[in-house]
């Protein structure tokens, strides 16, 4: 596992684009996209250990903004879109 980021809201951030064999909860249509950190949300399970009954360490999740017409060319402008996701998927943009 990468190490996990820290970040600050208003960070901008970029979701790994990695596949990672197994359960993950990171979209794949997020992966290698560049957002924007709303807010910090706290230290959660790891739900990709928890889905193999492993203890799952805490991790910093965190909510993210990304532009919609960044994931979709025919996206309405000025939408966006927010996600959670965890810090080991994040990196500096």
């Keep these: 596992m990468p190490t996990p980021l820290h970040a600050e809201p208003g960070a901008r951030v970029r979701v ?18 560049i957002g924007t950190v709303e ?3 706290g230290p959660f399970p ?6 193999y009954r492993r203890p799952g360490t805490p ?12 994931l979709w060319p025919d996206a309405t402008p000025g939408d966006t879109l927010e ?11």
Excluded at 20 to 31: E, I, K, M, N, W
Excluded at 59 to 70: E, G, I, N, Q, T
Excluded at 88 to 93: M, T, Y
Aim: avoid cysteine; aromatic fraction near 12%.
């Design 16 to 33: 790994r684009d990695w596949a990672p064999p197994g359960h993950v909860r990171t979209p794949a249509y997020l992966r290698g996209r």
């Design 59 to 70: 991790l910093p999740l965190y909510r993210v903004r990304f532009a919609a017409a960044d």
């Design 46 to 51: 790891n739900p990709e250990d928890l889905a």
């Design 39 to 41: 807010r910090v949300l």
């Design 83 to 93: 996600a959670e996701i965890y810090a080991h998927w994040l990196e500096d943009a």
